[in-house]
């Protein structure tokens, strides 16, 4: 029975890793290209919601600089949502009073979305990224410069 339970329990286990969430190794360049929107948002609250049975974690945010918006001159709506799990890729952790520096995509219209897949991300020197999603003060200021100028 023992030996059963092991079993099942490293199966299980394995599901779980094979579902994770698996990022590529985007370069700045690649998900500032692939991204609709690029913010700097300081997280002001943080609320759990289903949407069509779906988990989801809706972030209200100030922006505080708009780095990229493709549907210009409209403004960025003030709450960003995203999968309620980091293993379906969301990004459920930001912390309330932090700023980020934050990328993703509209859907169904006006709705911002944002991945773990798609953040602006750095590496430091072993080749390795900083982080899931940058604080704004580990943004590093060359990448500033750049967001800045629109030219990442």
């Known amino acids: 029975m023992k030996h059963h339970l092991t079993q099942f329990l490293l199966f299980s286990l394995l599901i779980v890793a094979l579902k994770a969430c698996k990022c590529g190794n985007l370069s700045p360049k690649e ?3 692939n991204a609709q929107w690029v913010t700097r948002a300081k997280i002001l609250r943080r609320q759990s919601k289903k949407i069509d049975g779906i988990g989801y974690i ?3 945010v100030n922006h505080i600089d708009v780095f990229k918006n493709i549907r ?3 403004k960025l709506p003030d709450e960003i949502t995203t999968l ?3 293993a379906a890729c969301g990004l459920p952790s930001l ?3 932090k700023e980020y520096l934050l990328s993703g995509r509209f859907v169904d219209g006006d709705i911002l979305r944002m991945y773990a897949c798609e953040q602006i991300i750095v590496k430091i020197k ?3 990224p900083l982080g899931v999603v940058l604080e704004w003060n580990e943004v590093p200021n060359d990448l500033r410069k750049k967001l800045s100028g629109g030219n990442v």
């Open 31 to 33: 998900a500032y290209s």
């Open 72 to 74: 210009k001159p409209r």
């Open 58 to 60: 809706e972030y209200k």
């Open 84 to 86: 309620a799990t980091s």
């Open 126 to 128: 072993d080749g390795k």
């Open 95 to 97: 912390g309330i009073g």
